[in-house]
């Protein structure tokens, strides 16, 4: 085998995420800022990294690097995990019991994937990408080169909110050590490669800020985010004129996060055409 054809697309991905991780850190520890000048005073400074390791404190940049590691790690386990595929070969099934027969309806019947044959459960659906059906599929994420489905869904929000923090941080940081009161060519000599990743963290802080957001939202509202933009094409929220699977704000966080109260997809559907049929019929 050729060492390039090692090279796919995940591994760059992952390589470049975890480079580009470490790289940051590194300009933010060995920037050398400086204490501030007269004409710019702080209200409240604080000293950006460089200054800290100088003085002899050390809690906060170790918290800090401790930070990036646990993002680093969070991002490595999302995206080389299992996101919940669909077992290609036939499972042996057990008997079903009689109240779950009695409860799961056989106008729901298991969609037979077109790409990998297989049946696909409630609210899975095939990635191209990844060539596996995914079940509870959320969405495909190319800056993890894998998918975010049933099993690392919750671990994807919570990457993205510490991610978010160290970023946060991080801004700050780039902040801190930024001077503006120089001539053109000694403040590019002196902070250009400072006020670049200063952008860049921006940029990185926005894009986390709003998927974070739009994620806890759907979670929320038990939706994912396939589910949220095409409604309109899924046959099993076509039927219903809300979502079937939405069971109030604390039980959608607490199912999501722990697996309480447990059940299958199909249970709470059939739940939810129960409920719709006694309304009607009051």
Known sequence: MAPWALLTPGVLVRTGHTVLTWGITLVLFLHDTGEPEPSRPRTHPIPPLRQWEEQGELLLPLTFLLLVLGSLLLYLTVSLMD???VNVLPQPQEEAKEEQTAMVPHATPLRRCGYCMVLQPLRAR??????RCVRRYDHHCPWMENCVGERNHPLFVAYLA???????????LAWSGLRFFQPWGLWLRSSGLLFATFLLLSLFSLVAGLLLASHLYLVASNTTTWEFISS????????????????GLTRNLAHFFCGWPPGSWETLWAEDEE???SSQAV
């Open 275 to 277: 409920e719709e049929g």
């Open 232 to 247: 309109h094409r899924i046959a099993y929220l076509r039927q219903r004129p809300g979502n079937p699977f939405d069971r």
């Open 83 to 85: 996101p919940g595929y």
């Open 126 to 131: 095939h990635c191209r990408e990844c060539r």
């Open 162 to 172: 510490l991610q978010l923090v160290v970023l946060l941080w991080a801004l700050y």
